[in-house]
């Protein structure tokens, strides 16, 4: 199975999964195959709807095959500041709505007999220092006010040291990508229709008719979900939710001191611990180190930085697997699920789910098929992309807004990067001048020259070489590209303009 990145996750290892053809039409194209694509195509078809679902490439190339799989209500954005930001009823329906989600995910598995290492595990924060303590003891307060019952616990399960820790029952864990084509087996047992290497490139509205064009050709339908973790194209969602990079490795150990339960210290990027056994072998799957998306020049660092951590508190035999994934933040924490601003009434979306998508990916499932299906859904308000928080929203905004901008400013005018051109070594890549003009270049293990124009097609930003994936990632808006130049991740939906090969020889003379 590929993913939208170089390095191998733990999730990969999947047969072809079999496509069909387009259809000429549907009640529902959902634009997408990951856990918020699939998933609601599972729940639209139960409902009775005809599902097409539409994946540029193949189901789990996207973030759903680089995830870690933590199944969470304890989510990333604590209830305390869902309940500051909103109202301690919004903290409520946020617990309430995710633990349908997590009970769904279950019935799946129970129903549809998906063997996807699903475990129901307990979750535990601990705190490191004073600033930390102060955080935990609202977390607790709050968590067990919106419905989920977190107590102080004596102990972790990890081997470090700690000023204090909280245990949450009744989160779970599972193999991403098991789950992901055991769903998608369920659905086309009841009829839907799942095309791969099938790219959505446009949606038009004409004589009252939705048309969804692609580029293996034309689907009309009542309804468009895009499921693509980040809607393509130019919307307001683009300003209200930035793009971050997380790693994970998953290690072997030289004993069993494997952690039985979801595990995350309150460290700015957070640390977070699970153990997955895969045919057989048991792995610690370690994360962290998040940043924003093409805001790290050397990604390998970040890789270290984690082994090196996790060495000083674990015998590791061997790091099987190291990867990389994206995951977008919106401004005020919760996710945006709900009708696609500047659309018509018929197209849907599903965005910003932070590191708690896997969950959220299925809350969204069960929000757009009442939306869909019964006109209303009682978390639509909340959960509404039409939404605007004033308070923790307008400083969020202004803040990545800022970013973006100054991105693109100095992005267009850096010198550093052009000297930097002539210090290009094999398997590497990087944004120069040559000529004149800004681009990009990767050479790879043979020495062979890459060329593109590193001007994002999608708003314009200067697109960053992320060396660990070998991609150009886009810092705006989260669009990335192959070496070549071919859309990995949306928003963008055309690639990057490849520098002609005339060119490319006079650099190969001067690199
Ligand atoms: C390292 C990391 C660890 C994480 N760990 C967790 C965790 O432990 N628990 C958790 O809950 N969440 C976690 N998350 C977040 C979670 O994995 C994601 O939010 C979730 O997988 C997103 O699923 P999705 O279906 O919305 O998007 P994706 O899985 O990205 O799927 C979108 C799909 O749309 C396709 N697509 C895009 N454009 C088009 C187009 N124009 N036409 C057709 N198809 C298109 C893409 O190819 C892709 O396959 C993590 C994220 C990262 C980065």
Sequence with gaps: MNRDG??????QDMPDYISKNLPAEADVVIVGGGITGLSTALKLQREGKKCVVLEAQNIGFGTTGGTTSHLNTLLDTPYYQIKKDFSAE?????????????????????GYEIECGFDRKAAYLFAHD??????????????????????ESSDIPVPLSFRKAAKAADQAQMHSTKYLYGIAGAFDRMGGCVVQNCRATQVTHENGETVVHTTKGKIKTAHVVYATHIPPGINILHTRCAPYRSYAIAVTLNDENYPDALVYDL??????????????????????????TGHEENTEYRFAKLE?????????????????????????????????????SNVWVATGFGGNGMILGTVASCILSDLICKGDSPYAALFSPARFKPVAGFTNAVKETADVISTLISQKISVEKIQGMSELSHNEGKVGKYEGKNIGVYKNNDGR?????????????????????????????????????????APAIKGLTCVELVEQESIKQKV
């Design 6 to 11: 170089n390095c191998i996750s733990l999730w």
């Design 90 to 110: 919004a903290a409520t329906q946020v617990y309430e709505v995710t633990h349908k989600a997590l009970a769904l995910i279950e019935k799946n598995i129970l």
């Design 130 to 151: 004073e600033k930390q303590e102060k955080e935990l003891d609202k977390i607790i307060e709050a968590t067990n006010e919106a419905g989920l019952h977190i107590k």
């Design 267 to 292: 460290d700015e990027p957070y640390h977070y611990y699970r153990t997955q056994e895969v045919d057989g072998v048991k792995y610690l799957i370690f994360g962290g180190e998040d940043h924003k």
């Design 308 to 344: 090196s951590y996790l060495r000083k508190h674990y015998d590791i035999n061997e790091v099987a697997y190291k990867w990389s994934s994206q995951y977008y933040e919106s401004v005020d924490g919760l996710p945006y699920i709900g009708h696609l601003p500047g659309n018509p």
């Design 449 to 489: 020259l890459f060329a593109v124009h590193p001007d994002c097609p999608h708003m314009g930003c200067s697109v960053e070489w992320n060396q660990s994936e070998k991609s150009w990632d886009c810092p705006c808006h989260g669009s990335r590209f192959s070496h070549t130049g071919e859309v990995l991740t």
